[in-house]
């Protein structure tokens, strides 16, 4: 490979052909890495946003759960309280039923709240609620409760 100093018209000295061609291919080389870095973070960015339009999926089938959980309680409350006035039915009775109505649709929220966060069976997320309940001796409403209260399922273990 033979060198060459090229002249320039003001005196100046270009450089060689060969380091030319090594800064060249030191550029490419660069460029490369570049890209890759580029396509990496690409990926990156398009993995977020599908996580991210997951989550808002679970949300929105979150909140129609709660719809519909809040449209059937709704629907038993107006048929106890017609029982109530039929007579059929004692104050103390209805309130009993309408308390463990409520009691039932906070703890099935929460079962699909488990279930959408932890991807489980409906038995497994009921199994998680239960053992959250025992492990801190306060009843499964209440725990049930605090899920569905602040949709946040961290706090109870796997198992």
Same mark, same amino acid.
């Given at each position: ?65 709660? *719809? ?6 709704? %629907?038993?409350? +107006? &048929? ?6 039929? !007579? =059929? ?45 025992? *492990? ?6 209440? %725990?049930?409760? +605090? &899920? ?6 961290? !706090? =109870?273990?796997?198992?």
């Amino acid at each position: 490979m033979s060198q060459q100093t090229v002249h320039t018209k003001n005196g100046g000295q270009r450089a060689t052909d060969s380091e030319s061609q090594r800064t060249l291919e030191e550029l490419s080389a660069q460029v490369a890495r570049d890209r890759a870095d580029i396509d990496a973070l690409q990926a990156g960015a398009e993995q977020a946003s599908a996580r991210a339009d997951a989550s808002d999926d679970r949300g929105i089938a979150h909140d129609t759960r709660m *719809d519909a959980l809040e449209a059937r309680f709704d %629907v038993d409350r +107006e &048929v106890i309280a017609q029982l109530q006035a039929d !007579g =059929l039915l004692s104050e103390e009775h209805a309130a009993h039923l309408s308390h463990a109505l409520q009691s039932s649709r906070k703890i099935g929220a929460a079962i699909g709240i488990v279930m959408a966060e932890r991807k489980v069976s409906e038995a497994a997320a009921f199994h998680i609620l239960s053992k959250a309940s025992q *492990d801190s001796n306060r009843k499964l409403q209440v %725990v049930a409760h +605090e &899920v569905v209260s602040d949709g946040n399922t961290r !706090g =109870l273990r796997p198992d």
